[in-house]
Each structure stands twice: as C-alpha cells, then as structure tokens.
C-alpha cells in the first residue's frame, strides 16, 4: 500500500517561506498525479497545486508564490512557498493518485503538515 508522509511545515511570519516535503513509500505513487491540499479550521479541503508527467497546475491563490515539484529517485514530492500570508495557515496535505483538484478522487493521503503564519 502506498504511505505518504509530510514533513516541513511550521511557524514563519508573513511574507516568509517554508518548503514541504512529501516521502512516498513507493515508486509508484510519484509515476501518478500528485497534489498539494490544505485545509483551515472550518473550511473545506481545498487544491494548491498538482504535478504530473512534470506538468503543473496552480490554483490561483497559488500562483507565483508556491512551487510544486518533485525528485523521482526520491520518490519525494515538494512545495516550495514564498510570501506566505497568514490566509495561509492551514494544514497542508500530499494526495497521489487522483484528478485535478478533486480532493475526493485521490486514493492516498498523508497525515498533513501544519503550516502557521503570524
């Protein structure tokens, strides 16, 4: 079965930058689309940004702030972002394996990373 785990996230002040990385426990998973979610208290689950045979997409809150990318030999997926707001805080989850920004099309799911900024 496929595991991610996230890693990378923590507490900046606004305008900062943290990278996240996702570790997928098989060489499978990166092959798939692979996807940035987050999620604020109250709020639905929402896309950041997918990957996928090196093509990216970006939601438009995400859009020449966040990077997606990914590391093949690592099996390790990455968002880089930069200018942080604090409209940012939320817990930011790795998804492989599913469609576009459709959270509930996704099979796996890491355990997320909580992401705060101040």
């Known amino acids: 079965d496929v595991q991610l785990v996230e890693s990378g996230g923590g507490s900046v002040q606004a305008g900062g930058s943290l990278k996240l990385s996702c570790a997928a426990s098989?060489?499978?998973?990166?092959?798939?689309?692979m996807a940035w979610f987050r999620q604020a208290p109250g709020k639905e689950r929402e896309g950041v940004a997918t990957i996928y045979r090196d093509v990216t997409n970006y939601v438009d809150f995400a859009k020449g702030r966040f990077t997606i990318s990914q590391d093949n030999v690592k099996n390790t997926l990455y968002l880089q972002m930069n200018g942080l707001k604090p409209e940012d805080t939320a817990m930011y989850y790795c998804?492989?394996?599913?469609?576009?920004?459709?959270?509930?099309?996704?099979?796996?799911w890491g355990q997320g990373t909580q992401v705060t900024v101040s």
């Open positions: 998804a492989a394996d599913g469609v576009g920004f459709i959270a509930r099309s996704y099979n796996y």
């Open positions: 098989t060489y499978t998973a990166t092959r798939e689309r």
